[in-house]
Structure formats: structure tokens, C-alpha cells
């Protein structure tokens, strides 16, 4: 598994451009798989039925190797793939953007149409919530009650997520680290309980964190 940017899942994005009486809408939303990206661009084209085009373009899997972008009847070249350059310029993937266009009457010439696509896309991600998919240790950690307070005080300091609580006999937290807090992580727990604590490594797990 690698990290990768990404927008957030559970919602749409969107945004609205006018130039030259065309107004442009784009929707943007986080897809793993070529299905969601197509359920998702048909129900645009279901929503916004009545526009002149609606233009998409997706990126899949955590190198971006899975790409596809569609003109929806504009001139070729001057629609879908302005979409899809301005996902990769913002080193996305697992992301579907569709543009919306009602044409006003005035033609906009194919550069205007490139400028014009690129332009909607750009603003729809500025307005998305971007989150960085990494790659978390999964830590079980058992100790006793007199530690607990301690060790949640140091937890929240360290921003340190914790999945799950077992109070049992002992408390059991799940907890996620990075890679890189791992070594430090254990050397402090020492100090904290005086190494009176057990703890199982469960495997990784890849969650987002919010950037922006």
C-alpha cells in the first residue's frame, strides 16, 4: 500500500463558473472503483438532463494508473481531458469530476472551451475536502487502570488515534500509529508504566487524514 491524496468520501463537491453567458457546474466525489465512477456520472447526466454537455473525467487506483475522460459531445480534446489534466495537477486519485455546461449563445472557441472546463474542475477541487490516505500500525495495548490516565494524557498530546476501548480487568486500547511513531511510541510507554503494559500488533490499516 502507498499514500495517496484523494477526496473525501460520504459527499459531493461542487462549484459553479459563468463566462461568455455558458455556465459551467462541477461535481465532484471520491470512487474506488470504475462501477461508482460511471453510477456517478450517469446520475449527473440524469440530474442535469436538460444541459448542452455533461463532460467527466475519473483517476483509480493508488498510483492513478486508471484513468478515463469523456467530451460528451464537445470538440475533442477540449472538455474531458481538461478535466482530467487538472485531477492529476492536483495529484488526486479515486476521484470523478464531472462538468456541467448550458451553453449561453456566445461560442467560446476551443481554447476558451479548455480554459473554460479546466477553470470548473479547479474551482470544484478547491472546494472538496482533501485527505491523505495512510497507512496506520494497529497496536493493541493492554495495561492497568492506575496507568490509564497517564497514558490518555499523553495519547491526546501526541494527537495519537485510539480505534477502540476494552474496560475489562484491563484496559485494552486499539491504537493507530504512523510508521514512523512506532519506535518512540514504545520506548515512552516504558517510561509511562514503568513497562508494565502488553501489546499485540494487529497489521495496518489505511485511513484518510484531512490536508485541507
Known amino acids: 500500500m502507498t499514500n495517496f491524496k484523494t477526496v473525501a468520501g460520504g459527499e459531493i463537491f461542487s462549484a459553479i463558473y459563468e463566462v461568455n453567458k455558458s455556465k459551467f457546474l462541477a461535481h465532484v466525489k471520491h470512487v474506488e472503483t470504475e462501477e461508482e465512477a460511471r453510477d456517478f456520472v450517469l446520475m449527473i447526466r440524469k440530474k442535469y438532463f436538460d444541459a448542452t454537455h455533461n463532460c467527466s473525467a475519473w483517476i483509480l487506483g493508488e498510483r492513478g494508473d486508471k484513468q478515463k475522460s469523456n467530451d460528451d459531445g464537445e470538440p475533442g480534446g477540449t472538455a474531458g481531458n481538461p478535466i482530467l489534466e487538472t485531477i ?122 484531512e490536508i485541507k
Open 88 to 209: 492529476k495537477k492536483n495529484d488526486l486519485t479515486n476521484c470523478a469530476v464531472v462538468v456541467t455546461r448550458y451553453f449561453g449563445g456566445i461560442k467560446l472557441g476551443a481554447g476558451g472551451l479548455i480554459r473554460a472546463y479546466s477553470h470548473t474542475a479547479a474551482l470544484g477541487i478547491a472546494n472538496s475536502k482533501i485527505v491523505q490516505m495512510t497507512l496506520f500500525k494497529r497496536i493493541s495495548l493492554t495495561l492497568e487502570y492506575n496507568f490509564l490516565a497517564t497514558v490518555e494524557n499523553y495519547l491526546r498530546n501526541k494527537k495519537i488515534r485510539v480505534a477502540n476501548s476494552d474496560y475489562a480487568e484491563l484496559v485494552t486500547l486499539e491504537i493507530l500509529l504512523l510508521p514512523a511513531q512506532a519506535k518512540n511510541f514504545f520506548i515512552e510507554m516504558n517510561d509511562l508504566t514503568a513497562a508494565n503494559f502488553l501489546y499485540e500488533e494487529l497489521g495496518e490499516i489505511l485511513l484518510p487524514v
